[in-house]
C-alpha cells in the first residue's frame, strides 16, 4: 500500500516545485514529475513486474527531496556573472553563421572516414546476427579498454552534437536557417546512431528543446511531440534490429508491436525494479564509477587506474523479464553509503542543475549550452546514473560555445572584413 500514498506525495510535491520554480523546467520539478510518472506506470502495471518494497518508495521519495533541497539552495546562492550570449557582437554572429555553414561540408566530407572507421571497429570482434549490434559490442569494448578514446571519431561525435546545438540555438534566436539546423541535429543523431548510441540520440534531441524552451519561454509543443515520436522510432528500430525482447527484423509490423512495448517498459519501469531486487540480494556485479571520468583523464597522462565495464549484469524484474537497467540509485545507494550517499549526492545534483538552470535562462552561454545535458541526466535517473557519466560532455559543451561566441578574432584584419559587412563591431545581439 505504500507505493500509492508516494505516487500521490510525488504528484503534489511535484506540483508544489512547479509553483515555486515557475516552470517545467525547474530541475526540482522536472525529477519529481518523472519519478511520479514513473511510480503511478508500475503501480498501473500491477503484477506485470515483482511488487516494490517500502524502503524502495523510501529511496526514491527521499532522493526527490534531497534533490530539492539542493535546488532551493541554489536558488539562494549568488549567480556567478559570466558571458551571456546578449553581448556577442552582430560581427561575431556573421561569423558563427558562416562556421556553421563549414561545418555542415565538413560532417558530410567526414561521412566516409567515419564509415571506414566504425567498420574497421566492427571487425575487431566476432561476427554477430545483427550489424549494429556488433558495431555496439564492439564500440562499447574499445571503450572500456580505452583503445577507441583517443581516435578521431570519438572526439569527433560530440563536437558533431555541439555544433548542432549552436545550430538549432541560431536558428531560435535568428528566425533563420531552420533547414541547417534541422540538417545538423539528423547528421549529428545519424551518426550516434551508427556509432549505436540511442542514449546520445535523446541527449541530442533533448538538449534540442531546451534551447528553443529557453529563447521561447514556453514549451515547443509541436516539435516536442515530433522528437518524442522520432525516439520512440528510433527506439524501436533498435531493439527489432538488434532482436531483443522477441523482437525480429523478419517478422511483420504487428507481430513486433508487443515485443517493442515489452521492451520499452523494461527500460522506462523496470529500473527501479530491478534496483530494488538488488538490493535485497546484492550479487550483482555493477560497473557504475563515478570518478570514470577523471580515471580516463589520469590514465591518458600514463596512471594505471582500473576501470569497471559499465555494461551490467541481467537481473529478473519479473519471472519471464530481465534487465540490466538500475536507475541512478544504484551507485547512490549501493555504492555510496546507503541512505546517506542518496541524500549527499542526490542534494548535490540538484544544486548543481538548478545553478545551471538559473545561469541558462539569464542567457550564460556555458549554461544555455549544458542545461539540456542536466535535463538529460534528469530525466534518466530512471534509467541511468548520467550526471557525472556526462561530465566530459558537459566540459566539452562549456568550452567549444564560449569558444564559439568569445574568442578573440586572429587578425585585425579578420576582424575588419567583418566590420564591413554592416553592422558596427560593438553592437550587441538583439
Known sequence: MTLPITVALLTLWSLAMVRYGRSVLFPPATLAIVWAITLFAVWLCGDVYFPLTATADAIVLTGVLAFSLGGVTAVATPLW????????????????????????????????????????LSETIAPRESAWRQLRIAVSKANISGHDALSFESFFLPVLSIGALIAVYEHADTGRRMGR????????????????????????????VVILWLKRGAAPRRLLGMMILLFLLVFSLGQISMG???????????DNIPHVAEGFGTYWLGGIIAFDQNRQNPELRYGWDLAKFAKRILNRFGANYSERDRNLEYTKISPTQITNVYTAFLPYYMDHG?????????????????????????????????LG??????????????????VMFLVKAAAISTLVYF????????????????????????
Not at 545535458?373 to 556526462?390: G, H, N
Open 181 to 208: 539546423a534541422l540538417l545538423l541535429v539528423l547528421m549529428a543523431a545519424a551518426y550516434q546512431l551508427i556509432n549505436g548510441a540511442r542514449s546520445e540520440v535523446l541527449l541530442l534531441l533533448i538538449s534540442s
Open 81 to 120: 556573472r559570466g558571458r551571456t550570449l546578449a553581448a556577442v557582437t552582430a560581427t561575431r554572429r556573421i561569423q558563427v553563421d558562416r562556421w556553421l555553414n563549414a561545418a555542415v561540408i565538413v560532417f558530410v566530407v567526414n561521412i566516409p572516414l567515419s564509415y571506414l572507421h566504425f567498420r574497421q
Open 244 to 254: 531483443k525482447y522477441g523482437a525480429s527484423s523478419r517478422a511483420s509490423l504487428a
Open 407 to 430: 574568442i578573440p578574432a586572429v587578425t585585425q584584419g579578420t576582424r575588419s572584413r567583418w566590420t564591413q559587412l554592416g553592422e558596427p563591431e560593438s553592437q550587441p545581439c538583439e
Open 373 to 390: 545535458a542536466f535535463v538529460y541526466a534528469t530525466a534518466m535517473t530512471i534509467f541511468s546514473e548520467e550526471y557525472f557519466a556526462q
Open 338 to 370: 546507503g541512505m546517506a550517499g542518496v541524500v549527499a549526492l542526490m542534494s548535490l545534483v540538484g544544486f548543481l542543475s538548478t545553478y545551471v538552470y538559473r545561469c541558462a535562462i539569464h542567457g550564460n552561454c556555458w549554461a544555455v549550452f549544458t
